[in-house]
């Protein structure tokens, strides 16, 4: 009796981690990719989630590597799965770009993509 119990308990605790684990959106891809070197000055940015995301409720920003930070806009589209924006006049060197995003699940997920300018 007590070998049935604690393996339910168990088996309870597992239902809860997993459904824990799909509720955070996770980043699928990323343009431009971690660690990438891309042309610029212009730099199209797309991030493709698991998950439905809040583009409303979400955020871009963009580190340089001498500490300026600047906000993207995030741009409309026709998928719930992705956040797209454009990075105009960057310089050549190092950047992170820094997200956060709501799922359609009420969950927050936050995430950096590194990346170089030439």
């Not at 950047?95 to 995003?101: A, D, K, P, S």
């Amino acid at each position: 009796m007590r070998s049935c119990r604690q393996i339910s308990v168990a088996a309870t605790m597992l239902l809860c981690l997993m459904a824990a684990a799909y509720g955070h959106a996770i980043l699928v891809s990323a343009t431009p990719a971690v660690r990438e070197v891309v042309k610029g000055p212009n730099v199209t940015v797309k991030l493709r989630f698991n998950a439905r995301v809040d583009a409303k409720r979400s955020n871009l920003r963009l580190f340089s590597s001498n500490g300026v930070e600047r906000a993207l806009s995030i741009l409309e589209t026709s998928r719930a799965d992705y956040l797209n924006a454009e990075a105009k006049g960057l310089t050549g060197g190092s950047y992170v770009l820094r997200w956060q995003v709501l799922a359609g699940d009420g969950h927050i997920s936050r995430g950096e993509v590194p990346f170089q300018v030439q």
